[in-house]
């Protein structure tokens, strides 16, 4: 999965689809892949950073990549950075995100723990997609959602639709009026004299 400019993914993924037919056996582990992804990275980045500043752009490529490969214990997920290096994400990083994060990123982090099963990771994504979908505007459906499980060697690929979640977005859209209307509010009384806050407070003239 990746974010940034889109004429950098196609790039590097070319190249690096290159370097798979050649190399691919090569990669029992899935980092010796990650670090063949990087350095086609850094190649894009030779070739094509000049030319981006000369037209006011950054070279801004970031990638998430995922997987179990033969030779690998359990299945692994990397943070790419435009640099071509990467970290793991592990335990004390229960989720990741790439391209808009600001909106979405107070959901997972209210809710989200690494041990919550699957099915609970993917109903918290898709409230922190809903709420970055409302609130960037280049940020819009589908969604795809892959699911690898340790030691399968395969992957569960779904996309879904905006009418596929608009059930899921209206209840929590109606949810979310309905919990700030259920908050204990005795703190504001200080705000209006005292006077019960069950009602509407009335405007002073």
Known sequence: MTS??????????????????????????????????AAQVRRVAEEDRHALEEGGLHFNIHALIGGQLSADREHKLYLLYPQGNWVEIGEGTPYQIIGSPAYGKPVLDRTLKHGDSIPFALKVGSLAFDSTRISAA????????????????????RRLTKDDLKQNADWWQGRLRDSVNQLPATWLDAVFGGKSTSKKPRSKS
């Open 4 to 37: 940034g400019l889109r004429s950098l993914r196609d790039k590097s993924l070319t190249y690096f689809d290159e370097a798979m037919e050649k190399r691919g056996r090569e990669f029992d582990r899935l980092f010796k892949a990650l670090n063949c992804f």
């Open 138 to 157: 280049d940020v819009d459906f589908p969604v795809d959602v892959v699911v690898y499980r340790k030691g399968d060697f395969k992957m569960t690929e």
